[in-house]
């Protein structure tokens, strides 16, 4: 299996769209190995199947370019109970994939499992790169070397910023993808996410952008301190 250089994890098939959508397409645009993991397949969702919320979640992936999308099968509203066989499940998606960079969600976040999710992917980061720790397929260690979260319903001030001027289309469209919970219809349940979610994350990414003199831009935060080489040049 190829190693990937960016692998984001999410609760939830949408998660990693919310938050990084545009980063991902970006770096696929550039020829990056990017890929997505789903920890559960949101089977508790209001609006919609686990089947469509797949096909949505496919849909999405072929507008970002994405090299891999990885679906596990952990329980919805269940992360923080069986952590060690979560966390075995997810240190052999980390050993599998090898992947440069890790991106969880951050914290804080209205939904519990955003958060639980965050935390039980940075332990997988942690375990995986521990030699004698077995994985659910007891696979040789991988040290991943950094990783970043992203917000989803959340709103803080980033450490730093990705431009994706030229990449928010591409995001739009995966966001309009899963439209069994971004658009509002005779059948469906009025959630937070189907009263207008898709134009508020645009302008949070507005925000983030018009902090760093960009247009659009899609924050994060660090886990440990960035190293620049050079403070001259402008760019990590």
Known sequence: MDSLD?????????????????????????????????LTRAELSSNGSVEIRQQEAEEAARHLGLTKRIQL???????SRNEAESLAEITSVIRTYKPTIVFAPSSPDRHPDHVHAGRLIQEAVFNARIYKYQCMNNLPAHKVRDVFTYFINGLAQPDFVVDIAEWKEQKRKALQAYKSQFEHSASSVETPLNSEYIASVEARDKVFGSQAGLQVAEGFLTVKPLVISNLLEGNL
Do not use: Q
């Not at 994890?9 to 890929?35: Q, R, W």
């Open 73 to 79: 099968d952990l329980a919805d509203r269940g992360l």
């Open 6 to 38: 960016i692998l984001a994890f999410g609760a939830h098939p949408d998660d990693v769209e919310i938050g990084m959508a545009g980063t991902l397409a970006k770096y696929a645009s550039l020829g990056k190995k990017v890929g997505i993991c789903n």
